[in-house]
């Protein structure tokens, strides 16, 4: 308690969005200075990393026998404590720079993440120089950015849909009412594409193709422009072993999605259920609101509304909702008990 009081705003403090796809770092005073990748490339033989970010990234799918790319967070869960702390650390040191002060620092986290992990979170943002480290969990993190009003006696439901998560929550007085976690998200649409495309046009693609194809061509809804929307796709033809190239049309990546995809929406139907009455005439007033990389899916929003029969809105600037939020808690005392870990 009045550890905010003391959270002040100072130059260097940082709200920190550690996602299981991106990264992103706000530096008070500043804004948003940071946004990679949340991968690190180790070489496996020497045990050492080879890259953190951005450049990690480029060789997810592409590194020679002895370079894996890991993705710690991959789940939603911190599958692997050293290459996270790693990465954090890493991230850390590149916004602060040859700076001596120490920051404070607020990170949001999945909220599946456990309580050991938190821990190992804090620790890593303390041997990386924190003064002080507080945790959030996502998605209030995310509906703050995206500008929901929480300290209000209002119920608010954020989607927020990353790559390995899809986060659904009712919010109000700065807490969570009620929230589901899934592990279906970016990551399941993108798996989704490989194993269509295999399948229906024999070509072997790789995870980044498969989320180009997401971007480019897919979507949750059904548009009149449908039929033109088509991409070239290259891969490797499963029955010659030789490179090929394939014409892809979006209504057959919306179908290869529809799995994973009906997987959020019941999980945000189950929400709604659960939700108190009171709460749930606040939501249908107020609609609901999409955060996350995933929210910029075409048509998702048209597909939520239209399953649920609430209108729903995508966020401004979905990827950075998250990020954005920690900032808005470094500079207001008022957002105090948003807050599910600390360091000390
Ligand atoms: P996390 O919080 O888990 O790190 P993000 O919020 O950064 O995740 O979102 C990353 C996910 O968003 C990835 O699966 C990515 O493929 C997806 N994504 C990004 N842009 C788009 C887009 N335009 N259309 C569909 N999905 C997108
Ligand atoms: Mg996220």
């Given at each position: 308690?009045?550890?905010?009081n003391r959270f002040s705003l100072s130059?260097n403090d940082?709200?920190?969005?550690?996602?299981?796809?991106?990264?992103?770092v706000?530096v008070?005073?500043?804004?948003?200075?940071?946004?990679?990748p949340?991968?690190?490339?180790i070489?496996q033989?020497l045990?050492?990393?080879l890259a953190v970010?951005?450049e990690a990234?480029?060789?997810l799918?592409?590194?020679?026998?002895?370079?894996?790319?890991v993705?710690p967070l991959?789940?939603?869960v911190?599958?692997?404590?050293?290459?996270?702390e790693?990465?954090?650390?890493t991230?850390?040191?590149?916004?602060?720079g040859?700076?001596l002060?120490?920051?404070?620092?607020i990170i949001?986290?999945?909220?599946?993440?456990?309580?050991?992990?938190?821990?190992?979170?804090?620790e890593?943002?303390t041997?990386?120089?924190?003064s002080?480290v507080?945790?959030?969990?996502?998605?209030?993190?995310a509906a703050?950015g995206?500008?929901l009003?929480?300290?209000e006696?209002?119920?608010?439901?954020?989607?927020?849909?990353?790559?390995?998560?899809?986060?659904v929550a009712?919010?109000?007085?700065?807490?969570?009412?009620i929230?589901?976690?899934?592990?279906?998200?970016?990551?399941?649409?993108?798996?989704?594409?490989?194993?269509?495309?295999?399948k229906?046009?024999?070509?072997?693609i790789?995870?980044?193709?498969?989320?180009?194809?997401?971007?480019?061509?897919?979507s949750?809804?059904?548009?009149?422009e449908?039929?033109?929307?088509?991409?070239?796709v290259?891969?490797?033809h499963?029955?010659?072993?030789?490179?090929?190239?394939?014409?892809?049309?979006?209504?057959?990546?919306?179908?290869?999605?529809?799995?994973?995809?009906?997987?959020?929406?019941e999980?945000v139907?189950?929400?709604l259920?659960?939700?108190p009455?009171?709460?749930?005439?606040?939501?249908?007033d107020?609609?609901?609101?999409?955060?996350?990389g995933?929210?910029?899916?075409k048509?998702?929003?048209t597909?939520i509304?239209h399953?649920?029969g609430?209108?729903?809105?995508?966020?401004?600037?979905?990827?950075?909702?998250v990020?954005?939020?920690?900032g808005?808690?470094?500079e207001?005392?008022?957002?105090?008990?948003?807050?599910?870990g600390?360091?000390?």
């Amino acid at each position: 308690m009045g550890l905010l009081n003391r959270f002040s705003l100072s130059r260097n403090d940082m709200g920190i969005d550690l996602g299981t796809a991106n990264t992103l770092v706000y530096v008070s005073g500043k804004g948003i200075v940071l946004q990679e990748p949340s991968v690190v490339a180790i070489d496996q033989d020497l045990k050492i990393p080879l890259a953190v970010g951005e450049e990690a990234k480029k060789m997810l799918g592409r590194t020679p026998g002895n370079v894996i790319a890991v993705r710690p967070l991959r789940d939603g869960v911190i599958a692997d404590f050293d290459t996270a702390e790693l990465m954090l650390k890493t991230f850390i040191g590149r916004v602060r720079g040859k700076t001596l002060s120490q920051p404070r620092i607020i990170i949001g986290i999945p909220s599946g993440v456990t309580g050991v992990e938190r821990r190992a979170v804090i620790e890593a943002a303390t041997q990386a120089g924190a003064s002080e480290v507080r945790l959030i969990d996502e998605p209030i993190a995310a509906a703050i950015g995206a500008g929901l009003p929480v300290s209000e006696a209002t119920g608010n439901m954020i989607i927020d849909i990353g790559g390995g998560t899809t986060e659904v929550a009712v919010l109000s007085l700065q807490g969570t009412v009620i929230s589901e976690s899934v592990r279906v998200a970016g990551d399941e649409l993108n798996e989704a594409i490989i194993q269509y495309v295999k399948k229906v046009h024999n070509l072997v693609i790789g995870e980044r193709t498969a989320e180009e194809i997401k971007i480019q061509v897919g979507s949750a809804y059904p548009t009149a422009e449908d039929n033109e929307v088509v991409m070239e796709v290259r891969g490797l033809h499963l029955l010659s072993g030789l490179p090929r190239t394939v014409t892809i049309k979006g209504p057959e990546i919306r179908e290869s999605m529809s799995e994973p995809l009906s997987v959020i929406v019941e999980a945000v139907k189950r929400t709604l259920e659960r939700t108190p009455p009171e709460l749930a005439a606040d939501i249908i007033d107020r609609g609901i609101m999409l955060a996350g990389g995933g929210a910029l899916m075409k048509g998702l929003d048209t597909l939520i509304s239209h399953e649920t029969g609430i209108v729903t809105h995508v966020a401004a600037d979905p990827l950075c909702c998250v990020v954005l939020g920690t900032g808005r808690v470094l500079e207001n005392k008022m957002l105090e008990r948003v807050f599910s870990g600390q360091s000390r």
